[in-house]
């Protein structure tokens, strides 16, 4: 089961007079990674190093470090801590001492996963998207049964016969959510699949 960040986290090392800080995120999407990089980056570094995954997306960077020694390394400390809609900025500011491809590729990639493994995770839930249209008697019922069922609220639109919500449920748990619909409803409600 991939997990993701519950929130941003830091971590700071110095290695051979160089030092390196990770900075590490949850995101959603491509957008929002590159948004957290470009917010994070600092000019006066030697380099602003990152990578980030979101489901089969991703993309890093070494920015001027020796090809394969930087972006690539964090990539993989992302797959290795099993992560997966997370981004991952490791700053390095040179302190004068080569440490080659090899001692390159291990501080960033040591440092993004370090990052990682110090930051609250949370697992990631496969969630299907569900709509279905309550009545106003059934609505308050509903909605504060929702959270047995894990199902997340994304939208809510009334109209004179109750209320529109689209959900963001996990697999496991629709044929629970039918059931109780049908329950509060005698029957006339029902989930459609989005």
Not at 32 to 56: D, M, P, T, Y
Not at 97 to 116: E, N, V, W
Request: glycine share 10%; charged share 25%.
């Amino acid at each position: 089961m991939p997990f993701t960040l519950s929130i941003p986290c830091e971590y700071r090392e110095e290695i051979k007079k160089s030092r390196f800080i990770a900075h590490a995120a949850p995101v959603t999407s491509a957008a929002e990674a590159q948004a957290f990089i470009a917010r994070l980056s600092e000019a006066s570094a030697s380099h602003n190093c990152w990578a980030w995954k979101v489901g089969n997306q991703y993309r890093f960077s070494d920015d001027g470090e020796p090809g394969g020694t930087a972006g690539r390394p964090i990539l993989a400390a992302i797959e290795g801590q099993d992560c997966d809609q997370v981004a991952v900025l490791v700053i390095r500011w040179y302190g004068g001492i080569q440490l080659g491809t090899g001692g390159l590729a291990r501080a960033y990639g040591g440092s993004a996963a370090k990052c990682l493994q110090g930051g609250q995770r949370t697992e990631l839930v496969a969630r299907s998207r569900v709509s279905c249209h309550p009545g106003f008697a059934e609505l308050p019922v509903l909605k504060a049964r929702l959270g047995e069922f894990e199902a997340l609220l994304e939208s809510e639109s009334f109209d004179a016969d109750g209320a529109e919500l689209v959900l963001a449920l996990p697999e496991g748990q629709t044929a629970g959510l039918e059931r109780l619909l049908r329950d509060i409803s005698r029957g006339r409600l029902e989930l459609k699949r989005l």
